[in-house]
């Protein structure tokens, strides 16, 4: 007899707060607690289906009698007994000392382990590395149009971190890098609202240069306050700061859906709301860039901001709206814990935007393809006429939270991120892959 268990679902809230476990000793020790009244309660249902088809078979036969029916099921639950019994009798329980795993169940523990310890499992060197070379190819092709000079300002922008530690070490090797002068991460660093995702506010250290921080939808209060107050990192929500002159302002996102599940209605009645401050904020502050988690929210702003900086959608889309540059980044987390429970090589994403005296002239996209050493950087200029086109429509629309079932296909079949509408004469975009 062969005892098999296959993970289809895994509920991420108990492994995280420390209420459920995916070792392979507590996973065993459940299992051999478990099986005896699940196979006492499989015999007596074997029993009762034997008795049921027995007394089935001598119903039909002809002359049937009361006590031909009893009989029946005498016989065909006694059938069915001696068959289980059998396989009983032949069930090797040693075969529990040498227990075998395979996929998810097998990595589940060692993964979900890393979130709070911040051990990569020696993915940090591989990523130190992948970081550097990505930061050489990117310097043996910036163009003269947005080589650094003295107006020059580099804003590294990751957002959608998910709890992912990877992608926090990945936004440190990228700023140091790429000489960036600041760091804006868009939110949605944590995910569930667990007391337990504070501590992952400790890896927000030693970045090199400013950390600025707004809060996306899965960021509960409480998490958004333990960041906040990590040594390095600033939150700017309805603050604006200056990075070398460059103001922005940052505004957090009004929708917290940590514990439940908010409707689209919903949504969008609370960020209406949000709406009118935002607005108040951008007439009385002027910033050159506003910082927020869910794009939707942009619509406040277009044609009075120059730049949006975002996240949330896990896909990088920059497009333009009123003449608002409005950048979206990818999950830099490569969707978080939620990549770990399915088979799927999603991108860590991040983008580097380049200002020359208060104005937007290029955004980096780059993706790093799982850990494998696959990189792509998709640099797009901007210029006047590509602000003057079509936005998207999927950032106005307040599309429903990526989930597992719906996927962003994979990075090799999705179109080149670029501003649409626009010319080549207006938009460049170059590549460079490793």
């Known amino acids: 007899m062969e005892v098999t268990a296959e993970l289809r679902e895994l509920d991420l809230r108990p492994v995280i707060s420390g209420q459920g476990r995916l070792d392979a000793e507590s996973i065993e020790a459940e299992v051999r607690a478990d099986l005896p009244g699940a196979v006492t309660s499989a015999f007596i249902r074997l029993l009762a289906i034997g008795a049921l088809l027995g007394s089935l078979a001598a119903a039909v036969l002809p002359r049937r009698r009361f006590a031909g029916v009893a009989l029946g099921a005498l016989v065909g639950a006694l059938s069915v007994g001696l068959t289980a019994v059998s396989v009983l009798v032949a069930f090797d329980v040693d075969r529990f000392e040498e227990p075998t795993y395979d996929g998810t169940l097998s990595l589940g523990g060692p993964l979900l382990?890393?979130?709070?310890?911040?051990?990569?499992?020696?993915?940090?060197?591989?990523?130190?590395?992948?970081?550097?070379?990505?930061?050489?190819l990117y310097s043996a092709s910036v163009t003269t149009d947005i080589a650094r000079s003295k107006g020059d300002v580099a804003i590294l922008h990751v957002s959608d971190i998910h709890l992912n530690p990877i992608g926090v070490n990945l936004a440190r090797d990228l700023a140091r890098s790429f000489e960036v002068d600041a760091i804006v991460d868009t939110g949605d660093t944590t995910s569930f609202g667990l007391p337990m995702e504070e501590s992952f506010s400790g890896l927000f250290e030693d970045f090199g240069v400013p950390y600025y921080f707004v809060a996306g939808n899965h960021d509960s209060m409480a998490n958004r306050r333990a960041i906040s107050a990590a040594s390095g990192v600033t939150s700017i929500d309805?603050?604006?700061?200056?990075?070398?002159?460059?103001?922005?302002?940052?505004?957090?996102?009004?929708?917290?859906?940590?514990?439940?599940?908010?409707?689209?209605?919903?949504?969008?009645?609370?960020?209406?709301?949000?709406?009118?401050?935002?607005?108040?904020?951008?007439?009385?502050?002027?910033?050159?860039?506003?910082?927020?988690?869910?794009?939707?929210?942009?619509?406040?702003?277009?044609?009075?901001?120059?730049?949006?900086?975002?996240?949330?959608?896990?896909?990088?889309?920059?497009?333009?709206?009123?003449?608002?540059?409005?950048?979206?980044?990818?999950?830099?987390?490569?969707?978080?814990?939620?990549?770990?429970?399915?088979?799927?090589?999603?991108?860590?994403?991040?983008?580097?935007?380049?200002?020359?005296?208060?104005?937007?002239?290029?955004?980096?996209?780059?993706?790093?393809?799982?850990?494998?050493?696959d990189f792509v950087v998709r640099r797009t200029l901007i210029t006047v006429e590509s602000t003057d086109v079509a936005p998207d429509p999927e950032i106005d629309s307040d599309p429903a939270e990526p989930t597992l079932e719906d996927r962003e296909p994979p990075v090799e079949n999705r179109p080149t991120p670029s501003v649409h509408g626009s010319t080549p004469e207006s938009t460049a975009t170059s590549e460079a892959e490793g």
């Open 113 to 136: 382990a890393a979130v709070t310890s911040g051990d990569a499992s020696g993915l940090d060197a591989r990523i130190d590395v992948l970081a550097r070379r990505l930061a050489d």
């Open 238 to 373: 309805r603050e604006v700061v200056e990075v070398n002159g460059l103001r922005i302002l940052g505004f957090d996102d009004p929708v917290v859906t940590t514990t439940r599940t908010v409707p689209k209605a919903e949504r969008a009645r609370i960020m209406e709301a949000a709406a009118p401050e935002l607005e108040a904020l951008v007439e009385r502050e002027s910033p050159d860039v506003v910082a927020m988690h869910n794009p939707a929210m942009a619509s406040a702003v277009t044609g009075t901001v120059p730049v949006v900086m975002a996240g949330h959608l896990h896909r990088s889309v920059t497009t333009a709206k009123d003449h608002t540059v409005i950048a979206v980044v990818g999950s830099t987390g490569a969707t978080g814990l939620g990549s770990m429970t399915v088979v799927a090589d999603e991108p860590y994403q991040a983008q580097v935007l380049r200002f020359y005296d208060g104005d937007l002239v290029a955004i980096d996209n780059i993706e790093l393809i799982g850990t494998a050493g």
